[in-house]
C-alpha cells in the first residue's frame, strides 16, 4: 500500500539523465508490469507506458534496430551504440506483455527487431560473438559465451516462444541452442560445461565460466533437453562442493 501511494504521487520518468536501457527494462519497466498484473491499478499501467515510450528512442534512434545503451529519459538523447547481446536482447518479455496490455504493438516489434537484427548476423557456425555496434551492426569480437554479457539473450527468446508463441523466436532459439551444444559444450568426468569458444572457428578461447550462466541448467531443462540440463546442473553443484 504505501509501496502504491509513493508511486501515485512521486514516480515521474520525465528526468534529464541517461538511463541504461537494459537495467531500466528489467527492473523498472518490469517492475510496474508486474505490479499492475498484481493489482491491477491503472496509475501503474500509464507509468509503464510513459516509460516504455521513453525507451523506446533508444530502438528507433538506431538504424539496425539493435538498441543503443543509454538513452536520457526526458530529451531522448540516445548513447553507447557499442553494446551486447544480453543489452540488445531482453526486453521482449517486457515490451510484449504491455503491447498485449495496451494493443499497441511496437513494443513487441521493437524488442523482436532487435533479437532479429543479432540472429540473423550470426557467424556460418551459427554462434553469436557478444560484442556489437548498435549503429553498424558489426561484431566487436570474436568470443561466443553464455555468460554475461550473452546470458539473458537466449533466455528471453525462449521466454518470447513461451509467452507470446512467435515461431520465429523458437526457432532462432533452436538454431543457436544447437551451435551452442555443438560447438561450445564440453563433458568433464561426466560433467556438462560450456566453454567459450571462437564464434568464427569454433577454437576454444576459454573454460573460466560467470556463476551467472548458472541459468543455462533450467534454460536447457525448459527448451525440453532435459539431461543436458540436469547435466549442467550436477556439474555445477559438483563444483560448489570442491570449492
Ligand atoms: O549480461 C548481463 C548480466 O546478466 C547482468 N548484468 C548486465 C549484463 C549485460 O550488460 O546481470
Same mark, same amino acid.
Given at each position: 500500500?504505501?509501496?502504491?501511494?509513493?508511486?501515485?504521487?512521486?514516480?515521474?520518468?520525465?528526468?534529464?539523465?541517461?538511463?541504461?536501457?537494459?537495467? /531500466?527494462?528489467?527492473?523498472?519497466?518490469?517492475?510496474?508490469?508486474?505490479?499492475?498484473?498484481?493489482?491491477?491499478?491503472?496509475?501503474?499501467?500509464?507509468?509503464?507506458?510513459?516509460?516504455?515510450?521513453?525507451?523506446?528512442?533508444?530502438?528507433?534512434?538506431?538504424?539496425?534496430?539493435?538498441?543503443?545503451?543509454?538513452?536520457?529519459?526526458?530529451?531522448?538523447?540516445?548513447?553507447?551504440?557499442?553494446?551486447?547481446?544480453?543489452?540488445?536482447?531482453?526486453?521482449?518479455?517486457?515490451?510484449?506483455?504491455?503491447?498485449?496490455?495496451?494493443?499497441?504493438?511496437?513494443?513487441?516489434?521493437?524488442?523482436?527487431? !532487435?533479437?532479429?537484427?543479432?540472429?540473423?548476423?550470426?557467424?556460418?557456425?551459427?554462434?553469436?560473438?557478444?560484442?556489437?555496434?548498435?549503429?553498424?551492426?558489426?561484431?566487436?569480437?570474436?568470443?561466443?559465451?553464455?555468460?554475461?554479457?550473452?546470458?539473458?539473450?537466449?533466455?528471453?527468446?525462449?521466454?518470447?516462444?513461451?509467452?507470446?508463441?512467435?515461431?520465429?523466436?523458437?526457432?532462432?532459439?533452436? /538454431?543457436?541452442?544447437? !551451435?551452442?551444444?555443438?560447438?561450445?559444450?564440453?563433458?568433464?568426468?561426466?560433467?556438462?560445461?560450456?566453454?567459450?569458444?571462437?564464434?568464427?572457428?569454433?577454437?576454444?578461447?576459454?573454460?573460466?565460466?560467470?556463476?551467472?550462466?548458472?541459468?543455462? !541448467?533450467?534454460?536447457?531443462?525448459?527448451?525440453?533437453?532435459?539431461?543436458?540440463?540436469?547435466?549442467?546442473?550436477?556439474?555445477? !553443484?559438483?563444483?560448489?562442493?570442491?570449492?
Amino acid at each position: 500500500m504505501l509501496f502504491r501511494s509513493w508511486v501515485r504521487t512521486n514516480l515521474n520518468f520525465n528526468v534529464d539523465a541517461s538511463f541504461q536501457v537494459f537495467e /531500466t527494462n528489467i527492473r523498472m519497466l518490469g517492475g510496474l508490469l508486474s505490479a499492475f498484473h498484481c493489482v491491477g491499478e491503472r496509475r501503474l499501467l500509464d507509468l509503464a507506458v510513459d516509460l516504455a515510450n521513453r525507451l523506446l528512442v533508444a530502438f528507433t534512434k538506431s538504424p539496425t534496430g539493435i538498441p543503443y545503451r543509454f538513452v536520457n529519459l526526458r530529451t531522448g538523447a540516445v548513447s553507447g551504440p557499442q553494446t551486447n547481446l544480453a543489452e540488445t536482447g531482453t526486453y521482449i518479455a517486457e515490451f510484449g506483455f504491455l503491447s498485449e496490455l495496451t494493443g499497441d504493438r511496437r513494443y513487441y516489434n521493437a524488442a523482436k527487431r !532487435a533479437l532479429q537484427a543479432a540472429f540473423q548476423r550470426r557467424t556460418s557456425l551459427n554462434l553469436l560473438p557478444f560484442a556489437i555496434h548498435a549503429e553498424t551492426g558489426q561484431f566487436l569480437n570474436r568470443t561466443a559465451t553464455i555468460g554475461p554479457p550473452a546470458d539473458s539473450f537466449y533466455e528471453y527468446l525462449f521466454d518470447g516462444w513461451q509467452l507470446f508463441r512467435d515461431a520465429d523466436l523458437k526457432s532462432w532459439y533452436d /538454431t543457436l541452442t544447437a !551451435a551452442i551444444v555443438r560447438r561450445q559444450a564440453e563433458t568433464v568426468n561426466g560433467r556438462l560445461w560450456f566453454r567459450q569458444v571462437d564464434a568464427f572457428t569454433g577454437q576454444t578461447v576459454s573454460r573460466t565460466q560467470s556463476e551467472l550462466a548458472a541459468f543455462y !541448467a533450467g534454460l536447457l531443462a525448459q527448451g525440453g533437453d532435459v539431461t543436458r540440463g540436469r547435466s549442467v546442473q550436477i556439474g555445477r !553443484a559438483s563444483c560448489r562442493e570442491r570449492v
